[in-house]
């Protein structure tokens, strides 16, 4: 058995990284984060972690997706500091003193980038590279120059193809795991914004009248909210599922995170698609509350990659 | 939420599990592999097998005289029972008429009911749909008018899975007219060797007859039989929907058909073709939520004791679930499940392509299960109502 | 220009197979076919035809696809006629007296049968099947033995793989056009039988009470309903659209009539699920009227191929 | 039902499809292929060039001073500026305001207004909806309190398109309280310059502001400015929504968009791909489907005059297509969509993979045809009514 948090103490994570999140709206909180060490809270105390385990790390992801921070957990808490765990930079990382980003290559697991430009993602102010090289090593590279945003004002880099900077020693075996860790932290992530998404939706029906009576009492309403309520629940029961199971050092974990993801992004395109149609016009504008964690899931599909990608992996893992 | 499983539980279960496959006719299981219509004798029979080890009767408590299973075993049991092909056990006595029996019933009728239907003597069917009754029961007309000690049923029952083969009916009557249509109902324990009944099979899309109508004229039934308090039988009757609706995951079941169609589409070299496997794929996903649902579903009741109305979610999943897989399979063996063999589907001869024969008719014959149960329309008005909060 | 019906000619032929459609249920339709020269009324009048064309062809597959007759027009009225057009056994099918079955690979314009028994379809009586050899011709072979049933009652073969029987001069040149014409034809079927099943649902919406109103009042049946009434127009629109092309000659006729294949599996593939559900219990029996129409489009749709298969045939096309 | 296409109509459609595809300018097609945010100046120049060959008022009657194109020629038009990657004309003075001013407007009304209007000398925009009244317009609650040769306005509307640039709105407002929510609704034509007018962009997901609130605060509006009769707005407000609706299809634009993701998909080596084809597959024969729907519909209003209320199911389909498409055009580029450059958008930079980052945005934004224009709820709702007969 790996660290697994006790299910009384991730309720008090959770709850300490909710407040946290809700005052961190709006600002960078990688700062906070590292001040609550959360950041690499995954990692064992000897790495100098707080043992969470990947339920701990899903338990912060989910808050920080829930209040749709600017910081993407599954990479920044917990994909870095797995990778870079025992190096001084790995320490630092964890301090909130270094800021590192991740290649989307490294992502899918796969060293081809054909010699063309990729995609890098992380904190803002991050000025190395997670990648893998052309011959599969995991190498810290520099990167080539200041963020470019995404639409939800998260940061991206692209990067011409260099094979240059460090080989981490021994990264790539540490991957596979660290990338099932990762994607089950980011199915968690949605799990928090696509939960609150559909609380703020629920609310919007029993309270907006239209026709003179509230939304909630028409049965189309009702019963999109039933379906809404259902692929939340199976997003959860999965996420869930993913995390116990690596920290249970299950054999299944890797498929589990695959599939916990695919769910992740059926049933969080669903719930942000009908959040956005259920609100009506205001769900079409920045001044609804939804629209940060309609844009966070929309984006995140894309960065960990879609649904097909994943039942490829899951069949593969 | 998660479930404690000891290792104990672990144990039960792989024992359980290794008896199961071990009494398991090899015919049996071909039939219920290849969708070959069951007999009476061959339920019953499967079922006397399981009720010698007290297996049959498996959800009832040390009380009622059934194995006092734990949640946790009962679920690994069903999850043992599932991955077997093996007939779904009659559920109309253990899981229905017993449980209320047992919880509303007198000591009599307790111990005259509850060890017939534990050691598979009697088969028991549900009388609760009507013509006009159908998803929403509270509108049923079949009456029972008392005289003297006797009430005297007169009307019909609809969509009786086995009355034909049923030694007795646990039936919704009207006995009084209420204010509201939930009055005045009552719970009655019906003899179906009474005067006055009379059976009609109603085939189903597939060919089978596993359904009835049921007609009472003046049919008579001792007072004796009517279970709990006059009037009240609303309230055993929902008792019953929300038990049912649990154990309509149908999770063990699908799980196993997962399986046997990866098998099929190995077998005949389908396994590169990406546009199948992600369908199968997006199935197991689908199926291993409805798993992991259904577990914290059993953690969060273990403790509470019966489960809410969120079970309507399994129900609902569950059903679709179950579809999906046969119209994979449907599409899977495509023209080879186009033949439609009576003989070969009431088990008297030999299909000459017997794993793709029963595909069409199991996708015909499964329509059913999103509709009965209390349909899934009914699920989600359950949900947005009771859960949602939603009116 | 081919042969193409007036509009009101195509009326007035749809009256007639109408009326003859009521009458034949539950007979074998095929004798009243031939007297009402519906068997191969597409073809010109040089070859014994009508000059009906594939709106012709359309119009008279739709009528007995709505009456759910136990005929298949795509291949008795259709396929078979055009590939036999000019032979003395093409003259006595369109007569009524001979009956001729289309193999399973034929459809599929597969000549690769990989020397497996395959399936072939067709009217009860018929002696010799049409099908494609291993070298991609066209042949007429003695069919095995007599016919087994399907679920909707309608006649099959399972054929051994044999390379017997007579090479149809010319039949694998025709064969794009009349699949195609087939094709047309069968997806006219469907919008008949799918048209059939919405009429029959609707109609029991407005008449089934349950919770104390009627349930088309209830919201969710109404949109359903509209969903359904949906999927029959743009069935029938690809449907109407395909048999003009091919009339027409234009050269997206065979893609158009891929096309109306495609969309008469997905309209009525949700038609014929949600004709079940809507009715409930009524729905699942054999008593229901709805029964042989949801059977016969779910026999056709493996008759003629899914969704998938064609979608490829169209883009190839 | 087909439609009768003759020679002289496929000429005049070949000669204009020529015309258009010479004249649109090449930085505006890029812009609106990249989906780059388009500028008064972008649509009042194109309109500009459309309007000196009589192309913008397209569906105007001679009468009106339009080109007096029938039906089939005006279809064939659409399709042919659908073909190009131009912007989409602004439809509020040509499709709205115009044809209301003329049917129900007066004399001076129809001299002071629709020539402005053809000749793209007024933009304009529409008051309908209101933070109270998105799809259900009968309870909007701007009023208008009429004081002498006056009408003064008071409220509030939202979701207003091009509030900004416009130089008129026509606005549905409330005259007085009417029984039925639907009476004593007028229809005025407000100068936007009118002093106690506010307008403030609403900023949509995809960080484009084209929608605004406009704040009404004692405007006073000439009562020349009353179109028809007063309490009689609610009637001129339906006219113009089946007229909406039955423009709503966007056949044409998601054929050329179509394209362009093929063009897109095979400079990316994606077309061996077999679950991206099938996807591309399904959506071009959903299109077709729309087409050909879209025919027959013209096709039986041709005789009958105006489009019914079938045309909602234009509406339904025409902008799920739009948005599968959309989408099917941002999991295609994947990650590449990822960069958003405000810069980029606004046309003031050229980004870097700029037929990528268009994508996100675009489907963002598109989010927005379910929704306006009667959501497609409401289609539904007048579908089970006014063409089913559901109620």
Known sequence: MAAMMEKSDLEVLARSVARFADEAKGTDPLPGLAELGLIGAGLSEAQGGAEAGAQGEAAIATEIGRAGLQATPALECVLVPLLLAGTDLGTQVSAGAARVAVSGNLLDARPDHAGLPFTAFGPEGATQVLMLDGSGALRLAPLPGPARQMIDGRAIWTVPPVDAGTVIAGGAEALPLALARALSAAAADATGAMGALYEMTLAYMRERRQFGQALGSFQTIQFRMVDLSIALEEARALSGAAARALDAQDPRAAQLAHAAWVQAVTSGGLIAREAVQLHGGIGMTEESATAPLVKRLTVDEQVFGGVEAHLGRYRAA | ?391
């Open chain 2, 1 to 391: 939420m998660t479930l404690t499983i000891t290792e104990a539980d672990r144990a039960f279960a792989a024992e359980a599990g290794a008896w199961l496959r071990a009494r398991l006719p090899a015919d049996l299981a071909q039939k219920v592999r290849q969708n070959i219509r069951l007999t009476r004798d061959d339920l019953t029979g499967w079922q006397e097998v399981l009720a010698a080890r007290n297996f049959y009767a498996i959800g009832w408590s040390r009380e009622m005289g059934g194995p006092g299973l734990t949640p946790v075993q009962r679920y690994l049991f069903e999850r043992e029972y599932g991955a077997i092909p093996a007939p779904h056990p009659c559920q109309f006595g253990i899981s229905m008429a017993g449980p209320v029996i047992h919880a509303f019933g007198n000591d009599a009728q307790r111990a005259r009911f509850l060890p017939d239907i534990r050691e598979n003597r009697t088969f028991w069917c549900q009388g609760y749909s009507e013509p006009g009754a159908g998803s929403d029961l509270a509108s049923l007309s079949t009456s029972a008018r008392r005289e003297g000690d006797h009430y005297v049923v007169n009307g019909q029952k609809i969509w009786t899975t086995w009355a034909h083969w049923a030694d007795w009916m646990f039936a919704l009557v009207r006995t009084a007219k209420g204010a509201r249509p939930q009055e005045g109902i009552s719970f009655l324990l019906i003899d179906m060797k009474t005067p006055g009944i009379t059976v009609r099979p109603i085939k189903t899309l597939d060919g089978e007859a596993e359904f009835n109508e049921v007609f009472f004229d003046e049919v008579r039934v001792p007072v004796e039989n009517l279970v709990g308090t006059e009037g009240a039988g609303w309230g055993y009757g929902k008792f019953l929907l929300e038990y049912e609706r649990f154990s309509m995951s149908g999770a063990a079941r699908s799980r196993r058909i997962l399986g046997e169609i990866r098998e099929d589409a190995a077998a005949m070299g389908r396994l590169d073709d990406i546009t199948f496997l992600n369908r199968l794929t997006r199935i197991e996903i689908a199926l291993l939520a409805l798993e992991e649902m259904e577990l914290a579903l059993l953690a969060a009741s273990e403790a509470g004791g019966k489960p809410g109305p969120e079970a309507s979610r399994l129900k609902i999943r569950g059903t679709e679930i179950a579809q999906d897989l046969s119209r994979l399979r449907l599409d899977l063996f495509g023209r080879r499940a186009l033949v439609h063999d009576e003989a070969f589907l009431e088990g008297e001869a030999p299909g000459e392509d017997a794993q793709a024969q029963g595909a069409m008719a199991a996708w015909l014959n499964l329509r059913k299960v999103t509709i009965w149960g209390g349909s899934n329309e009914v699920q989600r008005m359950i949900l947005s109502k009771q859960v949602l909060g939603l009116r």
